[in-house]
């Protein structure tokens, strides 16, 4: 039926009240005001590096690998070989894993390390200097020597150079990239991707010097007297014994030597024994060496340990991984003496009462027996090489800047005269760690060195402000989420999917959730953040309940000034 | 989900802040998207209920189309006769939309309702279900649940009938189309809406709406009541097409006992055990009901994909 037409010729009118409601601020109803704050994702919280991992999340979602790459750069600028080689401690306690299955985080981070390596390959990033920063502005151009090319000495030559100090990176060995390229098995870190990221700090700038120790004395002396500072990254290699007789016997090896001499030299002369082998220890590097030799052959391989398997102190995936390479265990048993008469013979041991790692040892009285073997594979710990570096003035172990776990360590001017510095991060302060506390000792070092060459503050546009403020909050749990607009599903290979899957926990994104769920329309979006309107809220609380990150939360405020985001 | 969500975002705001709803209140929540999704060539009658006031006391106004009040009993005869004269006065295209709350509509506007229904009226008729007189202070509608407070039940004689089945009543009536609704699920009641547009003839939406004042619940608890609505299959959300075909939208994965749905809520702070094992037999015998009646679907409620 066609319309009609308007037969009676008038206009139909419906009146309207003459105001809108806005006149009424509602906002004096409210006793619980909705506060916007950034917290920290369990991710974050149990990362060394405290890595912003929602933040390039978010990026990734919207596969934006190069503003990824920018936001992953300011906490870890090696994401090609921490996601091969980090114990990947962030994803332990993902809040998706209470959900459905955690973030495969580690895998992610990985493929923003591959993204870097090829884009930087073809020349497409910029590594050096950084946009905000004009070297030589707030002084002269600075320059810095890092002694020892470990993940530290790489991670503050990278931040070094790219705020615009030159670097120059001195390394013992004939290749770069300390443990990672001795202690880390070829296995879980391709060495190309080693090399790659080596590549791309020296296209970038940095300049290596391979095969030259640094000693203590003159050499180090020269060192200060021309570099404007001095950074000591000599890990924690130093080797420690057991202090029992026979430990200087022929067919006794040391891990850390074992493994370097496999992966730098391809020395196999251990392997090639028929024998049994013990590996003393129950640290990574014991079962790092013990995995390896039995993936490379040798026959018959024993981790002796002087607790039960709960107290070793190596990471849960090394003690599986060596499980299944097929290395046996032989716990609460200490070894006493190595006997032999030109060469090793036996080990004499003797068991333990089980304990936990924190309680004191003892042994069981009238418990000693021999063990035959071949060889002897030592892991009794290391300790940083600062020692030798300084043997009489090394200040007791106090750190100059403590930031979580992190430490960096100020050492005595050994040049006075041109005031130089000379500073020590990494392991060498902490004791063995692992990749990511090494990397994040690196980055500490670098900024704590620019605040001290251009005056504090340098370098907060890089870094960001806040980041440690941000970190001293307890992580966000669970029942604070509203993970319900998330459909259930599991981990998937697309990395654009598996970010999706991030909950954002703590960082706002952007999802206009709060906004859709205000019964008072007091939520409005202004240039891309929502803004909640005080003169109109209610404080309901819906938006802090339906918050799915667990951004917004209802506080008690005294006024509304208190209420601007902090 | 999120694609629905922004979309929202385009739409003009129909809904004034300072409007004079109780803090959490779900019937503001769900009229405002509905509002903005209508859009502006809409006549919004109001019956006498909760948003007789929220829309504003003269010279005020909360929403920002056009609104005719009128009085209880009388709201589907009057959004008949705006359509007619609508049509008639050559603007045959405007939408108009009749809003009522549970009273309106269950008890005292239900013989305008069926008549209505009856002449297939091309009117969309929006129930929003508080499961009680609450405008009024609490007093007991046959849209109360069984075993639930009100003043005009109070504890320990709690309402001891069941609730009226008001989307069954519809579909006796064979109009063309009837849909259930919560704000808890965006998507699912912006495409009922959308779908309801298009279609021509009488529509009927049953829409869920926790009261925090008159539920004895906590005001943040608005959306997530709703949803637990949905998940214990309490108010399933589903559409009736020309009153024969039930169509079943939300198959809720894990099921959620209706014990946790019924603590959060002080107006069943009376519930005894047995209380509680009668309403879960029910729903559940409802919902057994509903699936051998329905053709299934799921439907594609996905934020983040």
Not at chain 1, 426 to 432: I, L
Not at chain 1, 502 to 513: A, E, P
Request: aromatic share 8%; hydrophobic share 40%; glycine share 10%.
């Amino acid at each position: 039926m066609p319309a009609p037409d308007n037969v009676l010729g008038i206009d139909f009118v419906i009146s309207r009240g003459l105001e809108p409601t806005l006149v009424n601020h509602t906002g004096f109803w409210r006793f619980l005001t909705p506060v916007r704050e950034e917290k920290p994702a369990p991710c974050r919280q149990d990362c060394p590096l405290g890595n912003g991992i929602p933040h390039w999340m978010q990026k990734l979602q919207e596969e934006d690998w190069s503003g990824a790459w920018n936001v992953m750069e300011r906490y870890n600028p090696f994401p090609a070989l921490t996601g091969y080689a980090c114990y990947g401690y962030c994803q332990e306690n993902c809040n998706r894993s209470f959900y459905d299955e955690g973030l495969d985080i580690r895998e992610l981070e990985k493929a923003i390390g591959l993204w870097k390596l090829e884009q930087g390959k073809a020349g497409k990033i910029q590594f050096r200097p950084f946009e905000g920063i004009q070297p030589g502005v707030q002084g002269a151009a600075k320059s810095v020597a890092v002694i020892g090319s470990g993940p530290t000495g790489l991670s503050a030559a990278y931040y070094l150079n790219r705020l615009g100090v030159n670097v120059q990176v001195f390394e013992k060995l004939p290749a770069a990239g300390g443990l990672l390229a001795t202690g880390i098995p070829p296995e879980r870190l391709p060495r190309e991707i080693l090399q790659q990221e080596l590549g791309l700090l020296q296209q970038a700038g940095v300049s290596f010097v391979t095969g030259i120790e640094v000693a203590a004395g003159d050499n180090l002396k020269m060192l200060t007297d021309s570099f404007d500072a001095v950074l000591l990254t000599v890990g924690a290699q130093k080797r420690r014994f057991l202090g029992i007789p026979g430990e200087r016997l022929p067919g006794v090896y040391n891990a850390l030597d074992f493994l370097r001499n496999l992966y730098l030299d391809g020395e196999r002369g251990l392997i090639q024994n028929k024998g049994r082998v013990l590996v003393i220890g129950g640290g990574n590097a014991a079962l790092d060496a013990a995995s390896a030799l039995r993936r490379q052959g040798a026959a018959d391989v024993w981790v002796v340990y002087r607790r039960g398997r709960e107290a070793l102190l190596a990471h849960e995936s090394e003690i599986r991984a060596a499980e299944a390479a097929g290395v046996r265990f032989l716990f609460h048993t200490r070894p006493l003496s190595l006997y032999g008469e030109s060469a090793l013979e036996g080990v004499r041991v003797i068991k333990t009462r089980p304990s936990r790692r924190e309680e004191e040892l003892h042994d069981l009285t009238g418990s000693d027996y021999t063990l035959s073997c071949t060889a002897v594979v030592l892991a009794a710990g290391s300790e940083s090489g600062l020692n030798d570096l300084f043997p009489q003035n090394l200040p007791p172990m106090q750190p100059g800047v403590e930031e979580n776990l992190f430490q960096i360590l100020e050492l005595p001017a050994v040049c006075p005269e041109r005031g130089s510095l000379c500073l020590a991060a990494g392991d060498a302060v902490t004791g063995p760690q692992n990749i990511a506390l090494a990397i994040a000792g690196g980055r500490l070092a670098a900024r704590h060195l620019l605040e001290r060459f251009y005056g504090k503050g340098y370098g907060h546009d890089f870094f960001g402000k806040d980041e440690a403020q941000i970190l001293k909050a307890p992580p966000v749990s669970y029942e604070q989420l509203a993970p319900h607009y998330y459909p259930h599903r599991g981990r998937s290979d697309v990395p654009r999917e598996e970010a999706a899957r991030c909950f954002s926990c703590g960082l706002c994104s952007h999802c206009g959730i709060c906004w859709f769920f205000c019964p008072d329309v007091a939520v409005e979006k202004e240039s891309g953040e929502y803004e909640i309107l005080l003169d109109y809220c209610k404080g309901c609380g819906i938006c802090a309940a339906e918050c799915p990150a667990g951004v917004l939360e209802m506080k008690e405020l005294k006024s509304d000034a208190d209420a601007v985001e902090r | 989900m999120k694609k629905t969500i922004l979309s929202q975002l385009e739409l003009d705001e129909k809904l004034f802040s300072g409007h004079s709803a109780c803090p959490g209140c779900a019937a503001v929540l769900t009229v405002r998207h509905i509002a903005r999704t209508l859009g502006e060539d809409t006549v919004l009658v109001i019956t006498a209920s909760c948003w007789s006031v929220i829309a504003g006391a003269g010279p005020l106004r909360a929403l920002d189309i056009s609104v005719v009040h009128c009085p209880f009993p009388s709201g589907a005869a009057v959004a008949s006769g705006l359509k007619k004269g609508l049509q008639r006065l050559g603007s045959p295209e405007t939408r108009v939309v009749l809003l009522a709350g549970d009273g309106g509509t269950f008890d005292i506007g239900l013989q305008g309702l069926s008549g209505a229904a009856e002449r297939n009226e091309d009117i969309i008729f929006i129930c929003y279900d508080n499961e009680a007189y609450m405008n009024t202070g609490m007093q007991r509608s046959s849209a109360t649940p069984y075993a639930s407070y009100s003043t005009t039940t109070p504890a320990p004689l709690v309402n001891k009938n069941p609730k009226k089945d008001i989307v069954h009543i519809m579909a006796a009536h064979h109009v063309p189309y009837i849909a259930t609704a919560t704000i808890a699920y965006p998507s699912d009641l912006v495409a009922k809406i959308k779908k309801a547009m298009e279609i021509r003839g009488f529509r009927f939406f049953h829409i869920f709406s926790p009261c925090p004042p008159g539920w004895g619940s906590e005001s943040h608890k608005s959306i997530e009541l709703s949803r637990m609505a949905v998940e214990t299959r309490l108010f399933p959300l589903m559409e009736v097409i020309g009153g024969r075909e039930v169509v079943l939208n939300y198959l809720p994965e894990k099921y959620t006992p209706v014990e946790d749905y019924l603590r959060l809520q002080g107006r069943f702070s009376s519930l005894e055990p047995g209380h509680v094992m009668m309403i879960q037999e029910n729903l559940e015998r409802n919902w057994d009901y509903l699936q051998r009646a329905s053709k299934r679907y799921r439907y594609e409620d996905e934020y983040w994909s």
